[in-house]
């Protein structure tokens, strides 16, 4: 009795030093994406709040097992590891919407360019880029 | 010109400088004083600089926007520039400029958006398998949703008129099947008048259509989920506001043909 209770606390001392050095890991490694501004600020301060949200929780793992309970899971680590999931879910769908808008930004630059080009090339002179090969003779190739 | 309007011929073109002198040249001849759009869709080629050799207002993309893409831009050019028709045309030789006027003819009298339909009487235009059950199935849907009947809705050869052309060079699907499909559905959904009329297509002069089944069933699932994505998403406000031509038409004869 008193050597599987010793067993599960060393299991837990184990974890603990597993998510701590995990969660300091992450909260520094977005520190100094922000620091080198590689982040916008709308994806700063949200992986910010999660890295603030995951480091303490690292040291800690049993700190929500109360929440836990309440809510009907079985441990503090369970509820994480589904917050978790739906955290990076929601990003994700976060993302393919960000991209697509993007994509639909970008196609609209585009066409204006090309708008601009063709109306450059007809009252201005622009050239028009030559990508092949070989002479282009109406005559001939009628 | 044509009876007074601005008729331009938007042709999406990826690397087509082998086709694109042969169908130019037909335009000019059957069609004298239409304008033709040649959108070069980031050809590799020397599709553009043939396309300005012979006479044809040229765009070229920076980048390849697929046929969808190239022909939101062709709608969106000729809103721009006012024209009164745009008319959607394969630059690869299959569709023939000899049915212009009688899809003018159809939009002057009846229509905000004409298709040039194969399977509808005129040439021998076969197809077998999952492609032919997905063209059926397209045919049926679109048929109730435009409440006419259309036979062939993966056309690439429609005429549109301006509220047509206005109303695509604001909202225009550019995904695969989308510009062909949804921009139907669309247009439908917002009660503008689509009919088609019967033509004969021609061999391509290049390229070899995909007859592999594996292909026809992705073709198949695609154009399903395209279809069932068309009916249910909603049309932005600014779009639905535009107004089709037969509608103003049925409000007021005196203006039809005028708009």
């Known amino acids: 009795m008193c050597l599987t209770h010793a067993r599960k606390a060393r299991s837990i001392v184990q974890l603990s030093v597993l998510t701590s050095i995990t969660g300091v890991l992450v909260l520094v490694w977005i520190l100094e994406l922000l620091r080198r501004q590689q982040l916008r600020e709308k994806y700063a301060a949200l992986w910010l709040g999660i890295g603030l949200v995951v480091a303490p929780l690292g040291f800690f793992p049993r700190l929500l097992d109360s929440t836990a309970r309440r809510l009907g899971v079985a441990s503090g680590v369970s509820l994480v590891l589904f917050a978790g999931f739906l955290l990076v879910l929601l990003v994700c769908v976060h993302l393919s919407w960000e991209t697509s808008r993007l994509e639909a930004e970008t196609r609209t630059l585009a066409e204006d360019v090309a708008m601009m080009r063709a109306h450059l090339a007809e009252h201005h002179d622009f050239p028009i880029a030559r990508t092949g090969n070989g002479a282009i003779d109406p005559e001939v190739k009628a | ?259």
């Open chain 2, 1 to 259: 010109m044509i009876d007074g309007k601005r008729v331009l011929i938007i042709l999406p073109a990826w690397n087509e400088a082998d086709g694109l002198p042969k169908i130019l040249r037909e335009i000019q001849q059957k069609l004298p004083g239409v304008d033709t759009l040649v959108v070069d869709d980031g050809s590799t080629d020397s599709t553009a600089a043939v396309a300005a050799a012979y006479g044809s207002k040229v765009a070229q993309l920076p980048y390849n926007l697929g046929v969808g893409g190239a022909m939101r831009f062709g709608y969106r050019y000729a809103h721009l520039h006012d024209y009164d028709v745009a008319i959607q045309c394969d630059a690869d030789g299959q569709h023939d400029p000899a049915y212009v006027p009688a899809l003018l003819e159809k939009l002057r009298s009846e229509a905000d958006l004409v298709i040039g339909a194969r399977f509808a009487g005129e040439g021998s235009y076969k197809v077998r398998g999952p492609r032919a059950w997905a063209m059926k199935l397209l045919s049926v849907v679109l048929s109730r949703v435009a409440k006419t009947r259309l036979t062939d809705t993966t056309s690439g050869f429609k005429a549109c008129n301006k509220p047509m052309i206005e109303f695509f060079s604001h909202w225009y699907p550019v995904e695969y099947l989308g510009d062909t499909i949804e921009s139907m559905v669309g247009a439908a959904r917002c009660g503008f008048v689509i009919r088609q009329v019967p033509v004969a297509m021609r061999e391509r002069t290049t390229g070899t259509p995909s007859a592999s089944p594996i292909k026809a069933t992705i073709y198949l699932a695609r154009a399903g989920l395209v279809l069932l994505l068309a009916l249910i998403r909603r049309m932005p406000a600014n779009v639905k506001a535009i107004e089709p031509a037969t509608r103003t038409a049925a409000r007021r004869p005196e203006l039809i043909g005028k708009v």
